[in-house]
T-cell receptor, first 113, second 114 residues
Framework: AQSVSQHNHHVILSEAASLELGCNYS??????LFWYVQYPGQHLQLLLK????DPLVKGIKGFEAEFIKSKFSFNLRKPSVQWSDTAEYFC???????????WGLGTSLAVNP | KAGVTQTPRYLIKTRGQQVTLSCSPI?????VSWYQQTPGQGLQFLFE???????NKGNFPGRFSGRQFSNSRSEMNVSTLELGDSALYLC?????????????FGPGTRLTVL
């Protein structure tokens, strides 16, 4: 069965630290990849997505992610986090012609000022 | 442009009862998906409706059902509630019917089953 794994469940960083959140998926074919974010008290919203083309995608608020097909990974990065990045981050995968989104369990990020 | 709205925001029910949740998508969006979110299982896909037809279904028992109306509004029903149905139920709408696009999420309905 298709699955998405997020390795870090809880991450605590200081402001200006660099961030990398891991995401791996299990599916050998074509995938669409997403990172969603949920700020405290707010709805889930899209950070960035990869459908095809340049494997390095840039999203909102300075976030980027790199699709590495050989590693089945789509890690999220930000060079310098801010307190306002405190949120829960979800990786999701849509595999092949299947329109279902398969989600990771999420990573809770706390950024200390 | 109004976002996705879900009603009610909170519900408390007892085992054996049934519940209906409502979702109004963003104007012009024709696809509505439902998810169950729990701390242990994360977000799990329930089903997707497009043009009043169920287009995809997740691995949930038949107690979970849904429908979509001609104005794209959708309802989700859970019958014979169990304690394990306590969760946040999220609705997401999407503009187009083919391919895959960004989903816009509502605030969710928090269901507690006692």
């Amino acid at each position: 069965a298709q699955s998405v794994s997020q390795h870090n469940h809880h991450v605590i960083l200081s402001e200006a630290a660099s961030l990398e959140l891991g995401c791996n998926y299990s599916y050998g074919g074509t995938v669409n990849l997403f990172w969603y974010v949920q700020y405290p008290g707010q709805h889930l919203q899209l950070l960035l997505k990869y459908f095809s083309g340049d494997p390095l995608v840039k999203g909102i608020k300075g976030f980027e992610a790199e699709f590495i097909k050989s590693k089945f990974s789509f890690n999220l990065r930000k060079p310098s986090v801010q307190w306002s990045d405190t949120a829960e981050y979800f990786c999701a995968v849509n595999a092949g012609n299947n329109r279902k989104l398969i989600w990771g369990l999420g990573t809770s990020l706390a950024v200390n000022p | 442009k109004a976002g996705v709205t879900q009603t009610p925001r909170y519900l408390i029910k007892t085992r054996g009862q049934q519940v209906t949740l409502s979702c109004s998508p963003i104007s012009g969006h024709r696809s509505v998906s439902w998810y169950q979110q729990t701390p242990g299982q994360g977000l799990q896909f329930l089903f997707e409706y497009f043009s009043e037809t169920q287009r995809n279904k997740g691995n949930f028992p038949g107690r979970f059902s849904g429908r979509q109306f001609s104005n794209s509004r959708s309802e989700m029903n859970v019958s014979t509630l169990e304690l394990g149905d306590s969760a946040l139920y999220l609705c997401a709408s999407e503009v187009a019917g083919t391919g895959y696009n960004e989903q816009f999420f509502g605030p969710g309905t928090r269901l507690t089953v006692l």
